[in-house]
């Protein structure tokens, strides 16, 4: 978990980068628990903080920290086999962190993450379009399948 909410002097300007991805058909929850606990190691390395969501289907993830570093991770991201599809929804530059307190916030439909969001959401940090952008991606895992 990282503790500074905002940029320091020394650090670069940030970037704030969404994307969604189709996650591979065959991923358990287990492989997903891999996923998220890599995914914290490594931004907390890097200097990255964000978001990911998983709907059932597809992830949605928000990163943040500085280009250069956002730039590498993103070349891993679109390797990885769990998911596929990866499209950029969104790329800003940004003056702070808006998961500054999260390495990697995870949140699944049918899991128990709902709180961090909801928190982070009802501190009226968050960016209005990100908040739309992750409220109508988890809407869409609360479709019944066909």
């Known amino acids: 978990m990282m503790a500074n909410p905002t940029r320091s002097k020394e650090e670069p300007s940030l970037l704030s980068i969404a994307y969604v991805s189709v996650a591979d058909p065959m991923i358990s929850e287990k492989d997903i628990s ?3 606990a890599q995914a ?5 390395r890097a200097g990255l903080t964000g978001a990911l969501l998983f709907n059932g ?3 949605f993830q ?3 920290g500085p280009e250069a570093k956002l730039e590498a991770c993103l ?3 679109r390797m990885d086999p769990r998911h596929s599809g990866m499209v950029e929804v969104r790329r800003r530059p940004v003056d702070r962190r808006d998961f500054a307190g999260w390495s990697m916030l995870f949140h699944h439909v049918e899991g128990e993450y709902v709180q961090d969001l909801e928190r982070l959401a009802a501190r009226g940090t968050l960016d209005r ?3 739309r952008m992750m409220t109508n991606f988890l809407a ?4 019944p399948r066909a």
């Open 34 to 36: 891999r996923l998220v």
């Open 140 to 143: 869409l895992g609360n479709r």
């Open 40 to 44: 914290q190691r490594n931004n907390e």
């Open 75 to 77: 070349q891993i991201i």
């Open 62 to 64: 928000i990163l943040e």
């Open 57 to 59: 289907r597809n992830f």
């Open 129 to 131: 379009e990100d908040e």
